[in-house]
C-alpha cells in the first residue's frame, strides 16, 4: 500500500468530507482509482475498516454504510444526537424503522432501480401506520424481534404512544415540524437528517412534501443493500409485510 498512500489518502479524505467523489469535480484522483486497481483495492480496505462501502454510479464514487456495523458511517450513539441531540434508544430505532420503509417504498424486492419518482410524506406516513398496525397484531412480536435482531416491540410502543400531530405552546394552531414528541416531528426529523446526508431531497408540493431520492441514494441501495453478502433482512421483511 506504501506507493498507493498518496492516492488513497487523497481519495479518502474526499470521500470522508464530501460523501461522494466525482469524475467532473476531481479528473486525477478519480482517474487513480479507476485506472490502478492496487489503489482501488486499498482504498476498499480501508472503507471496511471504517464501516463503510466504495460503490460507483455514472462516474461518481460514494461511500455508502454497511448493514449491521455502522449506520452511515456513525455509531448508534453518534447517530443519535446526529438526528436529533434530545433522542434516545427508542427514538432512533423508529427513525431508523422510517428510513427502511423509505428504502422498499423506493425498492420493493429488491428492484435494481427506484419503481417511482417521489413519495409523499404524508403516503409515508401511512406506510408506516399500517406497517405497525400489522406489528402490533403479531403475538410473537418477541420473537420476530430476535430474529431479525431488531427491536420491532420497542418501535411499535413508541409510535403507538405518539399523537400524530403536536401544538406549540401559544402558538394557536401552529404545529411543532421537528423533534420526536409526535409521529409528524419524528418522521420530518428523519427526513431532515436523509437530506442533510444528501440521501434525499425535500420539495414543498401542495401543503405536503415530496421526497425525491439522490443519485447516492441509488448507489447506496445498488451497490450496498442488494449485495448478497450484506443483505439486511429487516428490509426484506418489511418489504414482505402486507400493506394492503
Known amino acids: 500500500m506504501a506507493k498507493n498512500i498518496e492516492a488513497v489518502g487523497n481519495a479518502l479524505k474526499i470521500l470522508i468530507e464530501k460523501g461522494s467523489l466525482s469524475r467532473d469535480e476531481f479528473p486525477i484522483i478519480h ?19 471504517l464501516g463503510l462501502f466504495l460503490n460507483e454510479r455514472s462516474g461518481i464514487f460514494y461511500v455508502s454504510p ?3 456495523m455502522r449506520t452511515f458511517g456513525y455509531t448508534n450513539e453518534e447517530l443519535r444526537k446526529e438526528i436529533y441531540y434530545h433522542f434516545k434508544n427508542e427514538d ?14 423506493f425498492f420493493p ?13 404524508n403516503d409515508l406516513m ?21 430474529e431479525q435482531s431488531y427491536n420491532f416491540e420497542v418501535v411499535v410502543k413508541k409510535w403507538m404512544d405518539l399523537q400524530r ?13 421537528y423533534g420526536k414528541t409526535s409521529k409528524i416531528q419524528l418522521l420530518n426529523t428523519t427526513l431532515r437528517f436523509l ?22 441514494f441509488n448507489a447506496t441501495i445498488l451497490n450496498a443493500y442488494n449485495d448478497d453478502e ?8 418489511l418489504d414482505n409485510m402486507i400493506t394492503e
Open 31 to 49: 482517474e487513480n482509482i479507476i485506472s490502478d486497481g492496487d489503489v482501488l483495492g486499498d482504498l476498499e480496505k480501508i472503507c471496511q475498516t
Open 66 to 68: 454497511v448493514p449491521g
Open 92 to 105: 432512533l430505532y423508529t427513525a431508523l424503522f422510517i428510513i427502511a420503509n423509505v428504502i422498499t417504498e
Open 109 to 121: 424486492e429488491a428492484s435494481p432501480s427506484p419503481i417511482k419518482s417521489f413519495l409523499k410524506s
Open 126 to 146: 401511512d406506510v408506516i401506520d399500517k406497517k405497525i398496525e400489522i406489528l402490533a397484531e403479531q403475538v410473537n412480536l418477541e420473537e420476530i424481534s430476535y
Open 165 to 177: 400531530v403536536k401544538l406549540d405552546k401559544g402558538e394557536g394552531d401552529s404545529k411543532k415540524e
Open 195 to 216: 437530506e442533510s446526508q444528501e440521501l434525499i431531497q425535500l420539495v414543498e408540493m401542495n401543503g405536503d412534501k415530496a421526497i425525491y431520492i439522490t443519485e447516492r
Open 230 to 237: 450484506i443483505q439486511n433482512e429487516i428490509y426484506d421483511y
